[in-house]
T-cell receptor, first 114, second 118 residues
């Protein structure tokens, strides 16, 4: 069974601070995919990244970076120099190869204080 | 890129009436559609998975007679909440997987529908 845990329910940081959102997953498959989505107050889900289980390279996209560590089953997301527009709920998600279902974590509500 | 259009964005209906939510893939063929439900400050919970031309597969605990899902074409899936009650008030989001030509699109989400039953 697949499971995603986001232990941080809410985080508040002051603008320009760095913040890391944690994601821990469980799966029995050796082939799987991990995702991060952003959900602003308007509700739509904004795709941020997809990573497959064979690619452990960390990724950086502007102020966003992701740290994938299979040894600890974690896929953490860091925002550098946070901005007010980063305020949203962030979801980590997992899908197993051959299983189309996408399992979401419970989300982390991030508030950036101006 | 892949776009999924979901309508309406919000709807208010009276208790006992039915509401239909549409989800369209605009530039690709959606072989699989997913319907999620999200209560305030909670995560997305998968309600059902539908493949074009076949019956939807519902998750445990989801009433198939209450939440009717139709996926009659490769670009359109509908979710009908029948005899809606206030406890059905929620945010409903669709997601589509499919492709166009040689390009495969993963999970593309609609913008969601906020349903309020009064």
């Amino acid at each position: 069974a697949q499971k995603v845990t986001q232990a941080q329910t809410e985080i508040s940081v002051v603008e320009k601070e760095d913040v890391t959102l944690d994601c821990v997953y469980e799966t029995r498959d050796t082939t799987y995919y991990l995702f991060w989505y952003k959900q602003p107050p308007s509700g739509e889900l904004v795709f941020l990244i997809r990573r497959n289980s064979f690619d452990e390279q960390n990724e950086i996209s502007g102020r966003y970076s992701w740290n994938f560590q299979k040894s600890t089953s974690s896929f953490n997301f860091t925002i550098t120099a946070s901005q007010v527009v980063d305020s949203a709920v962030y979801f980590c998600a997992l899908s197993e190869f051959g299983n189309e279902k996408l399992t979401f974590g419970t989300g982390t509500r991030l508030t950036i204080i101006p | 890129g892949a776009v999924v259009s979901q309508h309406p964005s919000w709807v208010i209906c009276k208790s006992g009436t039915s509401v239909k939510i549409e989800c369209r893939s605009l530039d690709f063929q959606a072989t699989t559609m997913f319907w999620y439900r999200q209560f305030p400050k909670q995560s997305l919970m998968l309600m059902a998975t539908s493949n074009e031309g076949s019956k939807a597969t519902y998750e445990q605990g989801v009433e198939k007679d209450k939440f009717l899902i139709n996926h009659a074409s490769l670009t359109l899936s509908t979710l009908t909440v029948t005899s809606a009650h206030p406890e059905d008030s929620s945010f409903y989001i669709c997601s589509a997987r499919g492709g166009q030509g040689a390009v495969f699109y993963g999970y593309t989400f609609g913008s969601g529908t906020r349903l309020t039953v009064v």
